[in-house]
Structures are given as C-alpha cells and as structure tokens.
C-alpha cells in the first residue's frame, strides 16, 4: 500500500471520526431533502425531518477507522455490560424529540469508506443476532455486507479515497518565500 494510505491514528481520532461520522451522515441525509441537527445528547447524535413524508429520525451514529486486517471488525452499536444500556438511552431520547430510532455507521479503512443507514426496527428484525448479548453489533465481514446491499432498507453510500501529494512526514516546516 502507498505510504499515504496508511492509518496513523492521532491521540484525538475517536474524537474526530466520531464527529466526521455525524457530519457524513447530516451532509447525505442533506443531500437527499432532510432537515438535519447535529445534536449533543446521550442516545442520539442527529435529528433528521423529511419534509416529503413527516418522518423524523433519531439517529445513533457510529463511526470507526480500521487499520489493515481489522477491516471485518465489528462496530459495537449498543453496550448492555457493567449497567450500561445504551438501547434504552436511543430510546428515551427518541421519545423525547418524537422521532423513529435509526443506527448510522461509518467505517473506513485507507483505501475507502461506508456509510450504512437503517432503521433500528430494520436492525432488529434482519440483522441483531440475539437479545441476551452484552454487545450488539454492526457485523462487517463480506456476507453481511454483501446482505446489506441487497436490503433496500439499509441506505449505503461507499467513498472511495485517493490521497495525491500527501505525504505528511515530508511536510515542509517553511518554504523558500517564508525565508
């Protein structure tokens, strides 16, 4: 793999991914005739109102950057261990905002990106394994995501990156002109 495609995480990323999720999730729901917010509220991360049909979505976004060989891991949507509920926290701020549950998640590697968008009732129905797991999961290896693509309720936007010129080792401190 060329140099500039390989992933140094910074001592910020989970920060910043998660925020880069949220705003790909808004820029597409946007880009398709939704009223987006960002939201800061435990459970969901963005309200979406279409106005062609009156359906307002709470969304629980999960976003995640996998280095090579972990680019079938899982992505962790709902944590049921040490107390924790965080099913039940989508909920309660989806009845809060009067909006239907949706799970957004966004993973990339170096080379690309996918955004899948579903239903939490979609979840449910197709895709959770079990209900008495510690953890449920957005599983990422090629069967299940070859089972996406053939959902047409699961939304899918796939990105593709081509870095040029970046190579940020050699980054200049200054240039010429600076002097």
Request: aromatic share 10%; hydrophobic share 35%; proline share 3%.
């Amino acid at each position: 793999m060329p140099d500039e495609l390989q992933i140094r995480k910074s001592t910020r990323h989970q920060k910043i991914i998660g925020d880069f999720g949220e705003r790909v999730v808004s820029n597409w729901l946007s880009r398709s005739g939704f009223e987006v917010a960002v939201v800061d509220h435990t459970g969901i991360d963005v309200v979406a109102f279409n106005p062609a049909t009156g359906d307002r979505l709470g969304i629980t976004v999960k976003a995640r950057t996998r280095r090579r060989g972990q680019e079938n891991s899982s992505v962790n949507l709902f944590d049921y261990r040490r107390g924790k509920d965080d099913r039940r926290a989508t909920m309660a701020a989806c009845a809060a905002f009067a909006c239907r549950p949706w799970i957004a998640v966004y993973v990339e590697t170096a080379g690309e990106a996918d955004l899948y968008l579903t239903s939490l009732e979609n979840y449910d129905w197709k895709y959770r394994r079990r209900i008495d797991r510690k953890v449920d999961d957005w599983k990422m290896t090629q069967k299940d995501r070859d089972a996406y693509a053939s959902d047409p309720a699961v939304k899918h936007v796939h990105l593709a990156f081509e870095a040029r010129n970046w190579d940020v080792v050699s980054l200049p401190r200054r240039t010429r002109k600076e002097g």
